[in-house]
C-alpha cells in the first residue's frame, strides 16, 4: 500500500525559512513526480510546485517563484520543499502528492495528510 507523509511544518516569522519533506513508501521504484500543493480553510486546493520523476523540469506557482524550491533526488522517493522569505499569505496546509502512478486499477494520486504551515509575528 502506498503511502505519502509530510514532515517539516510548524510556525515561522515573516522572512524566515522552513522546509518540507514528504516521505513515500510502499513502492518499489522511484521514478514519479511529486508535487506540492497548499490549501486555506474556505478555499480549494492550489498547486505550489511539481517536479518530475527524474528529479528535473521543476515549476512552480508564480506566487511562490524564486522563493520556493523543490527537490528530489534521483532514485529516491522523497521530496523537499525549501521555503524561503516566508510571508502571512504562506500560511496554509501544505500537502504532498505522489504521482500520477500506474496501479492495477489505473492512475492513482496519492496523498499525505499534509502539515500546518503558519507564518506569523
Known amino acids: 500500500q502506498v503511502r505519502v507523509a509530510e514532515s517539516g511544518g510548524g510556525l515561522v516569522q515573516p522572512g524566515g525559512s522552513l522546509r518540507l519533506s514528504c516521505s513515500v513508501s510502499?513502492?518499489?521504484?522511484?521514478?514519479?513526480?511529486m508535487s506540492w500543493h497548499r490549501q486555506v480553510q474556505g478555499e480549494e486546493r492550489a498547486l505550489v510546485a511539481e517536479i518530475n520523476g527524474a528529479g528535473d523540469s521543476p515549476t512552480y506557482a508564480d506566487s511562490v517563484k524564486g522563493r520556493f524550491t523543490i527537490s528530489k533526488e534521483w532514485a529516491q522517493t522523497t521530496a523537499y520543499l525549501q521555503m524561503d522569505n516566508l510571508r502571512s499569505e504562506d500560511t496554509a496546509v501544505y500537502y504532498c502528492k505522489a504521482g500520477p502512478i500506474w496501479a492495477p486499477s489505473g492512475w492513482q494520486d496519492y496523498w499525505g495528510q499534509g502539515t500546518q504551515v503558519t507564518v506569523s509575528t
Open positions: 510502499g513502492i518499489s521504484f522511484s521514478r514519479f513526480a
